[in-house]
Structures are given as structure tokens and as C-alpha cells.
């Protein structure tokens, strides 16, 4: 389910499924470590956010792309302002 900005979402929750995706990405956890980390998702829906994020690979690596460049700029402004 997109949120207002059309950024998917975990149904009847606010985790977006990025979140998800990213933590399977970057720590290798299983649906069933995440859900550890996670009790409000059900292994239903972390499976779900999962198969979303395969079928829609290319749209989550763009936005991966948007965030981290979101972050060099943030960064970026940071070191300017206090250099």
C-alpha cells in the first residue's frame, strides 16, 4: 500500500516496505530474523514486503539511490555549515 508520498507501506502498519528490504539486504536476516526484530510484522507481511521488493526491484534500487544521495547532500550541507 503506497503512503501519501507513494512510497509502499506494509498494509495497516508504517513500516515502508524499503525498510524491510534494506535490513535483508544489509544484515542478511531471515523473514524470521526480522520478524524478531520486528514483532508488530507478521512473517506474512515481511514475506509479502519481500516478494514486493523482488518484483519491483529496479523502482526500491532507484529509491535506495534517492535516499543515499539525500544523504551525501545532507552531509554534504552539514560539513559546510560547521567548516
Known amino acids: 500500500v503506497p503512503d501519501d508520498d507513494g512510497v509502499p507501506s506494509l498494509a ?23 520478524h524478531r526484530q520486528h514483532p508488530h510484522l507478521s512473517v506474512r507481511q515481511i514475506h509479502s514486503a519481500l516478494a514486493y521488493g523482488r518484483d519491483h526491484r529496479d523502482e526500491l534500487d532507484d529509491d535506495i539511490r534517492r535516499r543515499l544521495d539525500s544523504v551525501d547532500r545532507m552531509r554534504e550541507a552539514s560539513s559546510l555549515s560547521i567548516g
Not at 495497516?12 to 530474523?33: D, F, Q, Y
Open 12 to 34: 495497516e502498519t508504517e513500516t515502508k516496505v524499503i525498510e524491510v528490504v534494506l535490513e535483508r539486504l544489509a544484515c542478511g536476516w531471515s523473514a524470521e530474523e526480522v
